[in-house]
């Protein structure tokens, strides 16, 4: 006969083996992809993001898994801004991985990162500075 102790060490077991099957959110990486010149002070990463007024960013979102299994292209990657009157953003392909960053207004707000329409990052700090 088992124990409530082996019961429950195989219920943890099952418990973590089918949380492992799915892909499970480790953290986000920001990636500049298009250039700003040189005299232009743009910071693209993973906890802040800043630019100055009108200016436009091209950034690569990566999402990493905290689990043995990865996000696939199937997983609908997402990016907003808490105020758009500040930092707009717009989807640069059909591919979600791909976002324009533009600076509409001197201000500050946050960048959402969502998947699969769950709010993930609920907030990477966006700044918006006097050019």
């Avoid at 099952?14 to 010149?37: D, I």
């Avoid at 905290?66 to 696939?72: A, L, P, Q």
């Amino acid at each position: 006969m088992r124990s409530a102790r082996q019961t429950l060490v195989a219920w943890l077991g099952l418990c973590l083996a089918a949380s492992a099957c799915e892909p499970s959110f480790g953290s986000v990486e920001l990636l500049q992809r298009t250039s700003t010149p040189e005299d232009v002070e743009v910071t693209v990463r993973d906890d802040e993001v800043s630019m100055p007024l009108g200016m436009a960013v091209g950034v690569w979102i990566d999402i990493k898994s905290g689990t043995v299994k990865r996000y696939s292209a199937d997983d609908e990657v997402g990016l907003a801004s808490e105020d758009d009157s500040i930092m707009t953003v717009y989807s640069m392909t059909d591919r979600t991985e791909e976002w324009l960053l533009v600076g509409a207004s001197v201000g500050e707000t946050c960048l959402l990162v969502s998947i699969n329409d769950k709010v993930e990052e609920d907030c990477i700090p966006a700044t918006v500075t006097e050019p």
